[in-house]
C-alpha cells in the first residue's frame, strides 16, 4: 500500500481538502488581490506594509493552493468500511502497553490527516508501521524517539 507519491486520506479527509482548496481560490484569492489593489492605490508600495503584508499573504495562499492540488492529485481514498483481521491504513486499533497496561485507541491515517492529540497516527511513524499486519493479541515491539516499547493488540475495528 505503501506507494511513494499516494497521499492516503479518509474520505473526509479528502473532502475537507478539497473545500479549503475551493475557498482558497473562490474567496481567499480574490480577497488578497483586493487587498494588493487597496495598498497600490494607496500610494507608493517600496515603504507601505499594508501592500507588505498583503503580498505575504498572496505567498502563503498561493502556496498552500499548491500544495492542495498536489495532495489531491495524487489521493487515495482509504477503505474504512469492514471488518479487519490485521492492522491497516483506515482501521482503528486498540493496544495496551504491556508494561504499564495503558490502552490506547489510535486511527491508522495518511500523513495529511495525522493529528496524534486526537488518536489519529500515521502509518508511517513508529507506532504505525510496527503495527501494520499484525492482528489481535499479537505482541508488537515498538522503537521510538523515547526508548523501546512493547504492545498487545487489543482490537482492530
Known sequence: M????????????????????????????PEVARQIGD????????????????KNTQAFVEGRILTLRNILSSAVV?????H???????????????????EETYAIVGSTEVD??????SFKSPIG???????VRE???VQTPGGSAQFE???IE
Do not use: W
Open 2 to 29: 505503501d506507494e511513494p507519491n499516494s497521499n492516503y486520506l479518509t474520505a473526509e479527509g479528502l473532502q475537507r481538502l478539497r473545500e479549503e482548496l475551493e475557498y482558497l481560490i473562490n474567496v481567499r484569492r
Open 39 to 54: 495598498a497600490k492605490a494607496d500610494g507608493d508600495i517600496s515603504e507601505n506594509a499594508g501592500y507588505d503584508e498583503a
Open 78 to 82: 482509504i477503505n474504512e468500511n469492514g
Open 84 to 102: 479487519k483481521d490485521t492492522v491497516d491504513i483506515g482501521c482503528k486499533v486498540t493496544i495496551r502497553d504491556v508494561e504499564y497496561g495503558d
Open 116 to 121: 496524534p492529540g486526537n488518536g489519529r497516527i
Open 129 to 135: 508501521r510496527a503495527l501494520m499486519g499484525h492482528r
Open 139 to 141: 505482541l508488537v515491539s
Open 153 to 155: 493488540i487489543i482490537k
